[in-house]
Structure formats: C-alpha cells, structure tokens
C-alpha cells in the first residue's frame, strides 16, 4: 500500500507589516498537504494490531488530538494514551512515565510535549503537518511586532512554533485563555494577542481587555459563514449551536455555547437537547457522537469548495495523520521533534506558567493571585 495518495494546496493568511509593529492586512501565502491513503478494512486491523505491539515494546504512549482520524483516537485510547486538546495533552505528554510520546496532531503540539519533556523521545506520524496560525506567525515579524509594543504582556496561543512561544510571556489555549487574559486585565496589564485574530477579538469582547492583534486565522474555522449558520438552524429548530471561538464574531454570536473542543464536548453532555450544530473542525464529530449516542451532531456549514459542498470544515494538516504514518515512525524513529535546548527553555517559561494557572485554578485558588507580575516582555 502506498503511503501518499496525493498533495493538495493550501491557502493561509500571512499578516503584512504596514508599518512599525501595525500587522493591518494580510496577503495570501501558500502551502500544501499530503493526503494519506484510507487502508482497507484488513489493511486497517493489522496496522493496528502492530501498532499495539510496537507501542509496548518501545515503551511508547499515543497522544492524540480531537481533530485526527478516528482511529489514531479510538487506539489512543485503546492503548492507556488520551484524546484530548492540546491543554491536556501538554499535561499527559509531561506527566506520563512512557519514555516515548507519539503524537498525532500538527507540529506545534509535538514541539510543546518535546518542551516539557525533553528528556523524552517524541514521535509524529508525519513532521510535515503543521497548522495556517503557526504558519501565518514567522518569528522575525513576531518579534518586530513585539518590540514595537514594549509596554504589552504578550500572549500567544499554543498554535505557534517554540521559536513564537519562546518570546511570549505567557501561552494559552482557548480552554483557559479567557482566564488568563481576565486575570492579566485585573493586574492593569496590556495584552499583545497573536495569533488568531478572530479567538483573540472574542476574548476582548468578553474581557474588556486592552488588546493588540496580531491578524492571523485558522483556515478551518475562518470558513464557517454566519448566513449558512442561520438557514440550518431555520432547518433545525430544536437544534443547539455550538461554536469554537476561532470561529468570525458573526459565527460566534449565533451560538447557544462558545468554546473550546473540551468546552464543545461538555455542552453537548450536559444541555438539553435532541440536536446539535458545531461550528468546528469535524474532526470532532467522532467522540461528540461517541460520547453521546442519543443525540444528533450536524456539521456548522462552510464556504465550501463548490456550490454543494456545506461542510468541509476538516483541518488538511491533521489530516495528514494515519495509522500507516504511526506504525511507520514506532518502527523506525523517524520523524522526532528536535528543539533547540536553549529554545525549549525560553519556550517552556510561558508553558509552565499556564500550567500552573491551571492548575492553582482547578484547586480553588483565587484568579487575582494566580498571575506573577512578570511586567511585559
């Protein structure tokens, strides 16, 4: 079986400069993906079965994301691994005893478990996976845009390369990103947010934060069409929206609950009803229809690639991840993330603050002590 079928094109944002430290438009860059062939139902049982095997003889454990393949999620977890966002698969990567973390996701999540474990072998099924937001934030425009607002606390989203995180004060996902934000807010302090100008507007919006932008997006989620929204929902009436906040603010402002994939999955758990519209990537239909089976899951519709395409909304990149790539890497060792050591210790400052917000959060401790008075970068 052939590992590749075919390349495709991609498209993403890339912020222009107009001026010192103003990222005011943006020009469209170019990118591709791969992708995998779909094996074949005897193909799929064996490639599990090996994996299983190599999994304990290398002493390895399955990290997977929410968006991949439903299969790289159903073994994950098969196997003592976790489906999870990257908030938690940061916190399982760091903290499991396996010496080898195979993570199935885009590159900036594989570089974050190599941050925090770096003592540790980390494994991707494919290393050329990678994601419009990191893409569409290079490190010397960054850092342009940084230094021209020194007095700002600056604060990047997770989906950034080591070299973006390395120069921020704090990281975020989009779990705890409003409490952080909040927090910095009470301390007086300013924000410069990159790089997802449509998650870091709703956090503005919901914070009242003085927040600079950097002008990037997530490819998938800057498809989903608030016009498109309102005829489905006329279609489905008892239907609740439910909605990533990557997502355009007109998108956002129909939905029943805002969030991120853990928020997503725990409103369709806990609210009443029969029906749900999730303005996502679809990736995460798998465990939304797993976890609930008596309830109905309908993907937020898209621009779309033709005029019958309504739902495309599916991350090229994660898709890139397959059990082929998988079995191939426990096998070979190919395809470790490498960073920098001293990097990866400039990286890992940012990390380890939000993990430790987390957790002083979920134990109780009062948001107003949680944030350090670290000033700006």
């Known amino acids: 079986m052939s590992a ?7 498209d993403y944002d890339q912020p222009i400069m107009a001026g010192p430290g103003t990222a005011a438009s943006c020009s469209t860059h170019h990118a591709w993906a791969r992708v995998p062939v779909e094996p074949s139902p005897s193909e799929r049982a064996a490639l599990k079965e090996r994996i299983r095997s190599l999994l304990k003889a290398k002493n390895a454990v399955m990290v997977s994301h929410y968006y991949v393949h439903p299969d790289l999620q159903d073994l994950a977890e098969e196997t003592g691994g976790i489906v999870s966002d990257s908030l938690e698969m ?3 990567g760091r903290d499991h005893a396996a010496q080898t973390l195979v993570v199935s996701g885009v590159r900036f999540m594989g570089e974050t478990a190599k941050i925090l474990s770096p003592e540790k072998r980390v494994l991707m099924p494919d290393l050329d996976a990678t994601c419009s937001l990191d893409l569409g934030c290079p490190i010397d425009e960054f850092s342009t845009f940084c230094d021209a607002h020194p007095d700002r606390a600056v604060v990047v989203y997770a989906n950034t390369s080591a070299a973006v995180k390395a120069r921020a004060d704090w990281v975020v996902t ?3 990103a409003l409490d952080i934000v909040r927090a910095l807010k009470e301390q007086g302090q300013k924000i410069l947010w990159a790089p997802d100008r449509h998650l870091g507007g709703y956090i503005q919006r919901e914070t009242g934060a003085d927040m600079v932008m950097w002008n990037g997006a997530c490819i998938v989620h800057d ?3 608030a016009f498109e929204l309102q005829a489905l929902m006329k279609e489905h009436p008892l239907a609740k929206v439910l909605v990533h906040p990557e997502s355009p603010v007109d998108v956002v402002a129909l939905a029943d609950a805002v969030g991120s ?3 997503i999955l725990k409103a369709a758990r806990e609210m009443d009803a029969p029906e749900f519209i999730v303005a996502t990537d679809n990736g995460m239909m798998h465990k939304l229809r797993t976890l609930n089976p008596g309830k109905i899951f309908i993907e937020a519709p898209t621009a779309g690639n033709s005029a019958t395409c309504k739902s495309c909304a599916h991350c090229p990149w994660m898709a890139m991840n397959g059990l082929a790539g998988l079995a191939q890497v426990l096998e070979t060792g190919m395809n470790e993330v490498h960073i920098d050591p001293a990097l990866g210790l400039r990286a890992r400052l940012p990390i380890d603050r939000m993990l430790a917000f987390t957790a002083a959060l979920k134990n109780g401790q009062p948001r107003a002590g949680l944030v350090p008075n670290i000033g700006a970068a």
Do not use: M, P
């Open 223 to 225: 498809e989903f069409k």
């Open 90 to 92: 940061a916190r399982f």
């Open 4 to 10: 590749i079928l075919s390349r495709i094109n991609v």
């Open 261 to 263: 994939t853990s928020a």
């Open 174 to 176: 989009s779990s705890c």
